[in-house]
């Protein structure tokens, strides 16, 4: 496997959701928005930048616009306010939705140029999500592999 075949990567910030979209009727056009409130707007819109500026030293040249790929990512969430209540654990399994992360990631990645043409390349997803431990900041760490090469831990 070649050197450039596997990118790791920390995107550091709160991690948001892409919501789902609504179309609107303008004149003879439907035209899609993004649901959601003004404020889940904004701090989608904040997670996707913070994904495409990750992204953008690491490129890819148009050559690879067409390997599969395959995607490992996991969400590190701040802790709620009301976590000391029912404290269970680091594992998230209340809100966002974690389709709705991987959503709003791997478009930010897109934008960035990690994966060219555009997320429709990605054929494989790992996804879990956490709560931050004491010290950690909220974000995302990631894995990107491109797969044409021979599978990753084969010798």
Do not use: N
Not at 13 to 42: F, H, M, N, W, Y
């Amino acid at each position: 496997m070649s050197a450039d075949a596997h990118v790791s990567l920390w995107i550091d910030g709160t991690p948001a959701p892409q919501g789902s979209k609504t179309g609107v009727r303008r004149g003879d056009r439907v035209v899609l928005i993004e649901g959601g409130s003004a404020t889940g707007r904004r701090k989608h819109r904040a997670w996707r930048d913070a994904c495409t500026a990750a992204a953008l030293p690491h490129r890819r040249p148009d050559a690879d616009a067409e390997r599969p790929v395959e995607v490992e990512v996991t969400f590190v969430l701040p802790l709620p306010k009301s976590y000391a209540k029912w404290r269970h654990g680091t594992e998230a399994y209340r809100k966002p939705d974690l389709d709705k992360l991987i959503r709003s990631t791997l478009d930010g990645l897109a934008d960035g140029g990690m994966l060219p043409g555009d997320d429709q390349r990605v054929c494989r997803v790992t996804a879990s999500k956490r709560y931050q431990a004491q010290g950690e900041a909220p974000g995302a760490y990631v894995d990107v592999w491109w797969m044409d090469e021979p599978q990753r831990g084969a010798a």
